[in-house]
């Protein structure tokens, strides 16, 4: 199959608008998806400025798994609800590349051309996003192919994003199953922590890996909230290179 081949076959897919069958809902969990965008900014701005200025206090890393979740569920909802999925992927696309070297710069920035290729998490929604759609509409070769590369290459949270919104797309009108298995995945992070780590939780005997914070996403995703909040869309893109760039120029300046 030539390049060009591939990537007709992508276009004709894109064209294709998602179908939902008459009276069957879209959703029944939370679609208050601006107020929970902000949550999901705040908690990764706090979870960076741990990783990037404070990275054994654990506390910032445990609000920070709150993020990733909310994120795809927000995609999720996004997929069910969009008018144009190109214009869509072309919006998580353009910000994961703008992204990148602040990304980098943030994080790794002495060894800046090493880690150009550890992958932020736009190309990881990006990724995701196009997974969940080739799923939704039975092109198995597009799910798969996305999930590949996800999950071989170097990319933030690898396929747990594609894993998140199959749970909140088949569940989408069932919450409390999608709440049971979505909190599920976590119950081992109660027994696996290791106790030299940092950034794990320990209480008494106990040590509780730092990934099994995210489980408390799962009031704000399942639960539906009306605060009603407007902003606009552009805002939360333009969030994360802008944050990522203001950690870069901190890093220069205090070290």
Not at 30 to 44: H, S
Request: proline share 6%; charged share 10%; hydrophobic share 55%.
């Amino acid at each position: 199959m030539t390049a060009n081949h591939t990537l007709s076959r992508i276009r004709t897919v894109l064209r294709t608008p998602p179908v939902f069958p008459d009276g069957v809902p879209r959703l029944r969990t939370n679609l208050d998806t601006n107020f929970l965008k902000l949550i999901a900014i705040l908690a990764m701005l706090i979870d960076h400025i741990g990783g990037a200025f404070f990275p054994e206090v654990g506390w910032f890393r445990w609000v920070g798994r709150l993020a990733f979740p909310i994120f795809c569920y927000c995609m999720t909802v996004g997929l069910l609800y969009t008018r144009d999925i190109k214009k869509y992927l072309f919006r998580l696309g353009l910000f994961a590349v703008l992204s990148q070297p602040f990304y980098v710069l943030a994080f790794h920035p002495h060894h800046f051309w090493a880690e150009l290729t550890n992958w932020n998490i736009f190309f990881t929604l990006f990724l995701s996003l196009l997974a969940m759609y080739g799923f939704m509409e039975r092109k198995w070769w597009l799910f798969l192919a996305a999930l590949f590369v996800v999950s071989w290459w170097n990319f933030d949270y690898s396929g747990n994003g594609i894993l998140y919104m199959l749970i909140f797309y088949l569940c989408r009108s069932r919450p409390g199953i999608g709440a049971a298995l979505y909190c599920a995945q976590f119950l081992p992070g109660l027994l696996m922590g290791q106790p030299g780590d940092p950034l794990n939780f320990t209480l008494g005997g106990l040590c509780i890996d730092w990934s099994f914070f995210a489980v408390f996403a799962a009031p704000f995703l399942f639960r539906p909230t009306h605060f009603d909040l407007h902003v606009p869309k552009w805002v939360f893109y333009a969030f994360y290179p802008a944050h990522l760039a203001v950690i870069a120029v901190l890093q220069f300046i205090l070290f």
